[in-house]
């Protein structure tokens, strides 16, 4: 266990949808990291939050937004669905912003039908 | 750049045998470089990691060397087993503005223990 906690473990929705998956970081960890995992591809990095604060954007879509809240957990927002943002969501968490040890989540498995 | 190249994609060993990963990097910055395991379905576990300050580390049958000069980094593990059967990815620090810094990650290597 990484002590990050993802939910829901999986999701499935229509096309059109909106949707909300939540990450836990660890605890006294102020930075967690959104990443998307397509079929048989490798991490793509979509935002980072710090202590409350975006801090970077990657490859997010403009139907994508993320929050960090006061008692830093994360929430990543999905609106519009289409069938290609099928994918396992993880958050990572690490102590500051500087990268230490990033510790992934169990993720979310999102299928859009 | 942001690139990290992993090679091989795929890479098949005899139980027993050693397997060797590799890196390379584009961004003369990056200063932290860990290694995952991702088995099917679960989530990337961190199973060493090493700073641009060393050259290399090991954890038991585990071993990452990092060449700054030619921004490589590779993962050795001796002594395969069965359950070292997985996806492994190799990553590194990018660092961007106002401090805040994101992993880049290779695109995986799928490694099969033959028994």
Redesign the interface.
């Known amino acids: 266990d990484?002590g990050v906690t993802q939910t829901p473990k999986h999701l499935i929705t229509a096309t059109g949808q909106r949707v909300t998956l939540r990450c836990s970081p660890r605890s006294g960890d102020l930075s967690v990291?959104w990443y998307q995992q397509s079929l048989d591809?490798?991490?793509q990095?979509l935002i980072?939050y710090?202590n409350g604060e975006e801090?970077?954007k990657?490859n997010i879509l403009e139907r994508f937004s993320a929050q960090q809240f006061p008692d830093l957990h994360s929430e990543l927002n999905l609106s519009s669905l289409e069938l290609g943002d099928s994918a396992l969501y993880?958050c990572?968490s690490s102590p500051q912003?500087?990268?230490?040890?990033?510790?992934?989540?169990?993720?979310t498995?999102l299928t859009v039908v | 750049g942001e690139n990290v190249e992993q090679h091989p994609s795929t890479l098949s060993v005899q139980e027993g045998d050693s397997a060797v990963i590799k890196c390379t990097y584009s961004d003369s910055a990056s200063n932290y470089f860990p290694w995952y395991k991702q088995e099917l379905g679960k989530r990337p576990q961190l199973i060493i990691d090493i700073r641009s300050n060393v050259g290399e580390k090991k954890d038991q049958r585990i071993a990452v060397t990092l060449n700054k000069t030619a921004k490589h980094f590779s993962l050795h593990i001796t002594e395969t087993q069965p359950e070292d059967s997985a996806v492994y990815f190799c990553a590194a620090s990018i660092k961007l503005i106002q401090g805040a810094q994101k992993l880049v990650f290779g695109q995986g290597t799928r490694l099969t223990i033959n028994p």
Do not use: V
């Open positions: 990484s990291y591809q490798g991490l990095f980072h710090y801090r970077a990657g993880f990572a912003t500087e990268l230490t040890e990033a510790f992934f989540g169990q993720g498995r």
